[in-house]
Each structure stands twice: as structure tokens, then as C-alpha cells.
T-cell receptor
Framework: GAVVSQHPSWVICKSGTSVKIECRSLDFQATTMFWYRQFPKQSLMLMATSNEGSKATYEQGVEKDKFLINHASLTLSTLTVTSAHPEDSSFYIC??????????????FGPGTRLTVT | GQNIDQPTEMTATEGAIVQINCTYQTSGFNGLFWYQQHAGEAPTFLSYNVLDGLEEKGRFSSFLSRSKGYSYLLLKELQMKDSASYLCASLDSNYQLIWGAGTKLIIKP
């Protein structure tokens, strides 16, 4: 149980275009989802925390107008990278936290999306 | 400030035992997680400690000392597939995960 999927797995786009990444919790409801970015040989960097039905909370230094997050349902959150530039090329990973207090606040990770902006 | 420290890289031999240390300083503490991450893949959950002591799960064990702000992940009977990065993460008072930079473990035959 507790499977999280991401789509697409990888994407190549041209500079200036927008890319949408979907994150789905397949067999559980997730009131909270997290979006991370990871550059090569570096650790995970939290970009934003997404709560169902409300605005996302962005970490310092992350542009909310560039990285649009929508958490429209308990099983789906989307990240849209707008006007992508080569420096946005990275590995984007989402995670979902199980609803309820007995879940140890464990985060279940999606497989990640590798974005390359040319 | 919040800080998680773990070694950048470690090397061990197949069949041996390795201990990966992690020290943490976070605002509040609600537990310590260890995740395994293979190159190009997302992290996978290994262990969670919130009480002092050792938690054993097969070949992997995790230890926590809250008074010392210290944890370690112990891997026994190392296999080549254990070559990966191991991420230590502390759950702070807001139930946010604060991540370490990860320890790259290299297993040699």
C-alpha cells in the first residue's frame, strides 16, 4: 500500500515553455503533499508544501509564480513549471503524507520526474 | 538554526558491516527517519525512530539518542545492491522533514 505515482517520468522541453507534473496517491488519501527538487549529487530541497483545498506554502527562495502548485483533490497535486529555463532542469520529486495521526508522518515518495530544459 | 550532518561518502566491502552516523539540531523533534535513494530514483523509507534505542529490521538497524541528537544506520551483510545514498531526516516541531545531504555508500566486492 501507500503508492505514489508521478507523471511524466521524464520530460524535455524548450526554454520558455511550461511543463506540468502530476503527483497522485493511488491507494490512500493525502491531505498534504510535498514537492522537492534535487540537483545532481545534492540532497532533496523542499520547494513547497501543498494542502488539499488551500494555497501551497512555498519555501524561501522558491518563486510561487514560477512554480504553480494545485492540490485540487485528496489524491492529486500538480506542479507547473512556467516559462522554464535551462537552470530549472532538475529531478522533481513529490511525496504524500497519509491522513491521520497514526501514520508516523511518514512520507511516501513518487518515482520522480526528470526535467530537461533545452 | 536547523542542521543535519552526515558523512558525504563511505566505502565498505561486500559482506561486511557499515555504520552511517547522523547528528541533528532541529527546532523541536518528532522523530528521525532514514531513507535509501538509488541514483536516479526517489527515496524509499527504511526506518523511523522516535524513542531512544535500537530498532532492528532485517539486515538494517537504526539507533537514536535524543539527548545527544544522534542517530546511526547500521547495515549488516552488505550486498552490492546496498550501494546507494542514505538520507537522514529529522521531523521538526511543525512535522516538516529536515533533510541531511545524504551519505553515498560504495560497496566493493
Amino acid at each position: 500500500g501507500a503508492v505514489v505515482s508521478q507523471h511524466p517520468s521524464w520530460v524535455i522541453c524548450k526554454s520558455g515553455t511550461s511543463v506540468k507534473i502530476e503527483c497522485r496517491s493511488l491507494d490512500f488519501q493525502a491531505t498534504t503533499m510535498f514537492w522537492y527538487r534535487q540537483f545532481p549529487k545534492q540532497s532533496l530541497m523542499l520547494m513547497a508544501t501543498s494542502n488539499e483545498g488551500s494555497k501551497a506554502t512555498y519555501e524561501q527562495g522558491v518563486e510561487k509564480d514560477k512554480f504553480l502548485i494545485n492540490h485540487a483533490s485528496l489524491t492529486l497535486s500538480t506542479l507547473t513549471v512556467t516559462s522554464a529555463h535551462p537552470e530549472d532542469s532538475s529531478f522533481y520529486i513529490c511525496s504524500a503524507r497519509l491522513q491521520g495521526a497514526g501514520d508516523l508522518y511518514e512520507q511516501y515518495f513518487g518515482p520522480g520526474t526528470r526535467l530537461t530544459v533545452t | 538554526g536547523q542542521n543535519i550532518d552526515q558523512p558525504t561518502e563511505m566505502t565498505a566491502t561486500e559482506g561486511a558491516i557499515v555504520q552511517i552516523n547522523c547528528t541533528y539540531q532541529t527546532s523541536g523533534f518528532n522523530g528521525l527517519f532514514w531513507y535509501q535513494q538509488h541514483a536516479g530514483e526517489a527515496p524509499t523509507f527504511l526506518s523511523y525512530n522516535v524513542l531512544d534505542g535500537l530498532e532492528e529490521k532485517g539486515r538494517f538497524s537504526s539507533f537514536l539518542s535524543r539527548s545527544k541528537g544522534y542517530s546511526y544506520l547500521l547495515l549488516k551483510e552488505l550486498q552490492m545492491k546496498d550501494s546507494a545514498s542514505y538520507l537522514c531526516a529529522s521531523l521538526d516541531s511543525n512535522y516538516q522533514l529536515i533533510w541531511g545531504a545524504g551519505t553515498k555508500l560504495i560497496i566493493k566486492p
